[in-house]
């Protein structure tokens, strides 16, 4: 136990050295105010038919009878005895009518129309003008309840604060028909605040600088055949919330995602993968053409199912990557039975070109321009950055230029946590099995480039056999049931050349148009990408101080001439491999295979003068022929550490040593190999 703990710390402290060597700065996302989960005592609301309470619509008869000219018979004469009744008694603008609710369990309906709620525009004056409040670093205040409900207008078109159960439903023949529009004028088109069993049905919000519906700190909430899009950042989302259904919706022309359950309520927090329930459910949406379709910071306890989530720069994706949310680290999700595919846009162009450095309404969003808010990597199914516990099964997951799932741990820093003992405590228990990799729902093959790439920290988690090309090719394989894991790793820390990948990649800034050098997300090709340069830098180091270490000392060695010839082979095999890091081949291990061999036979050659120098490059030849083992073959589940850190900290010991072994003199050349000779291990040098 003892040891196993002193592992811990060290794996922890090569964590904080490894980011401290290669800064990158947080990622800004939602920020909020601190809030509480729920009690969880509430319910999922139903849906409730009948007469509704208050009526909202538009003046304009021509205008109204044309949006409904095209209904259904019994539709079109529904809303027009609605609308006949609204004229007389209902109003013009949706916050309005929230305004007059005045008892929990009331209906709104909305009548076919466009709705710009132009009193909630303007800019906010007086009192309002002047509230004191933290401001976001994307440029907003993040304002307390109590304010929001001084100056509900500030940051929302409507908002519906401290409505209990209250029902908002367009009345028209489908989503598009009833729209509540910011016009890139406020935050939120509709905000939910503290509003339990909130239901919204069956209308379109557009058009902010933040989101389109957003639903906070609420014990129940169903969003039906909503449709939400064109927003600097998310179409739904949802914080700080239990007892919530996301149903029949869609979500498509957002900067970051379409849907977005971010710290739902952490009911399972402690357990394994059995459990009483989930905080929300998602089915039957589609969320496409957007930075990443679903996303969660701590999207605990969310069950996603039958959805369709295509056509994105990726797929989903869970983290623990930003501060503030509670519930963090990410725990819970199951992803079953849903349509994840060819979500290989890529939208850094429009960051690149200045189109996003323009005002919202003049970015083109309504001509398809996304702006992609943080950094994500294009061409992936499903990204779990950090996260814990979850359960990926029976999905089709296919058409990905890059990888179907994908997996990094997240140091617990990068969140705000700097304890010791918790840097590695993400990428534990998550399970990857029974999905169709590279299979549509028809059984047409449509492959990934390749179907897993992980970091290679965490323990026990698991992914199913047939999974094609990946990066590490080996992979801990799952039993039957949750829990059994076959091969399963307890490494601490993740493979150090996808560290280096992934803290290069992670310095993007979409306002100050930062896109990482270095990092083929983002459009790096061949020498430019940083895992290239490392293996570039790398060869080059140990070619020249093997080259010297030869000539000076094993130059008339004819096994030592023979193995430094094929270390230099592994050397350019290597950087060969590193330029196809998305196509996993047998070129990495090969290359690990002859640089293995070469020190082996070296550190034989020289352990008759230099017996310490030999026996520790003999260690550093048996380290990476391990490490080939580790990547090829089957994946050692006794090591807390990659084999590739250890040769990697010997082979900086190694090559200071070689320089010094090379210039010193050792008396006389040594003898000539006899003919005889042929066992490496009778040599001297």
């Not at 990092?519 to 180091?541: F, H, N, P, S, T």
Request: glycine share 10%.
């Amino acid at each position: 136990m003892a040891s196993s703990a002193w592992t811990r710390k060290v794996a922890a402290l090569l964590v904080v050295l490894a980011a401290l060597l290669v800064t990158a700065p947080a990622a800004e996302a939602h920020e909020e105010r601190e809030v509480r989960f729920p009690d969880g005592t509430g319910s999922v609301p139903v849906y409730r038919k009948g007469e509704p309470d208050l009526l909202v619509c538009k003046t304009g008869r021509r205008d109204f009878e044309r949006r409904i000219a095209g209904f259904p018979d019994d539709l079109r004469r529904r809303n027009l005895q609605l609308y006949e009744r609204c004229r007389k008694d209902g109003f013009r603008h949706l916050q309005a009518a929230v305004d007059a609710v005045d008892r929990p369990g009331m209906n709104i309906a909305v009548l076919p129309g466009r709705y710009e709620e132009e009193p909630s525009q303007p800019a906010p004056t007086g009192a309002c003008a002047r509230l004191t409040a933290r401001t976001a670093a994307l440029g907003y205040q993040i304002l307390s309840y109590a304010q929001q409900r001084q100056c509900p207008h500030n940051q929302n078109l409507v908002a519906v604060l401290g409505k209990r159960n209250l029902q908002i439903e367009g009345t028209g023949a489908g989503p598009r028909d009833v729209v509540v529009d910011a016009g890139y004028r406020k935050l939120n088109a509709i905000r939910a605040d503290g509003s339990d069993g909130v239901y919204f049905r069956n209308f379109t919000a557009q058009r902010t600088t933040f989101n389109s519906l957003y639903v906070l700190a609420a014990d129940g909430f169903v969003i039906d055949d909503v449709l939400t899009r064109w927003n600097d950042e998310y179409g739904f989302l949802t914080f700080a919330s239990d007892h919530g259904l996301y149903k029949n919706c869609e979500s498509y022309g957002n900067g970051d995602s379409g849907i977005y359950p971010g710290s739902a309520s952490d009911i399972n927090d402690g357990r394994g993968y059995a459990v009483p329930r989930y905080s929300i459910e998602i089915r039957g949406c589609r969320s496409h053409h957007n930075m990443v379709g679903y996303s969660g910071t701590a999207g605990d306890s969310v069950w996603a199912h039958d959805n369709e989530f295509d056509h994105n720069m990726g797929g989903a994706s869970m983290d623990s990557a930003f501060p503030g949310h509670p519930g963090l680290p990410q725990n819970h999700a199951r992803f079953e039975r849903n349509l994840i595919h060819d979500n290989n846009q890529d939208y850094y162009p429009y960051v690149a070109d200045g189109t996003c450095a323009r005002p919202s309404a003049e970015r083109g969003y309504e001509r398809g321009v996304v702006c992609p808010q943080i950094s994500m990597p294009p061409g992936t199914g499903v990204i779990t950055a950090g996260g814990n516990w979850n359960v990926f099964e029976d999905n089709w997951v296919y058409g990905h230029r890059r990888t179907g799932f994908y997996l990094n741990a997240v140091p617990a820093w990068i969140r705000g946590e700097e304890a010791w003992s918790k840097q590695t405590d993400t990428s534990h228990h998550n399970r990857y099995a029974g999905n169709r990799l590279g299979l549509t729902r028809g059984g047409e093959h449509r492959p990934n480039r390749t179907d897993v790439w992980w970091d290679g920290q965490g323990r026990d988690n698991c992914w199913q056999s047939d999974t094609g090309a990946s990066s590490p090719r080996t992979l801990p394989v799952c039993g039957r049931t949750p829990g059994e894991v076959s091969g399963g790793s307890h490494r601490l820390l993740a493979e150090p050349v996808k560290i280096a990948q992934l803290l290069v990649c992670a310095d993007y800034d979409v306002g100050a148009r930062r896109l990482p050098a270095g990092c083929d997300w983002y459009g790096a090709r061949g020498a430019e990408r940083i895992e290239v340069q490392l293996a570039l830098a790398v060869a080059a180091v140990l070619a020249l101080v093997g080259g010297v270490l030869w000539w000076r000392r094993l130059r008339h060695h004819r096994w030592a001439t023979a193995a430094t010839a094929l270390g230099a082979a592994g050397l350019a095999l290597d950087v060969a491999g590193a330029t196809t890091s998305l196509a996993p081949t047998a070129v990495p291990p090969l290359a690990l295979l002859c640089t293995g061999v070469w020190w082996a036979v070296v550190g034989l050659a020289l352990r008759g003068r230099r017996p310490a120098f030999g026996w520790t490059t003999v260690a550093l030849g048996v380290l990476t022929l391990l490490d080939a083992f580790d990547k090829a073959v089957l994946l050692i589940p006794w090591l807390p550490l990659s084999p590739a850190w250890l040769r990697g900290l010997l082979g900086v010991v190694w090559v200071l040593w070689a320089v010094v072994a090379s210039a010193r003199s050792t008396g006389p050349a040594p003898r000539r190999t006899d003919e005889r000779s042929a066992d490496p291990a009778g040599a001297t040098a």
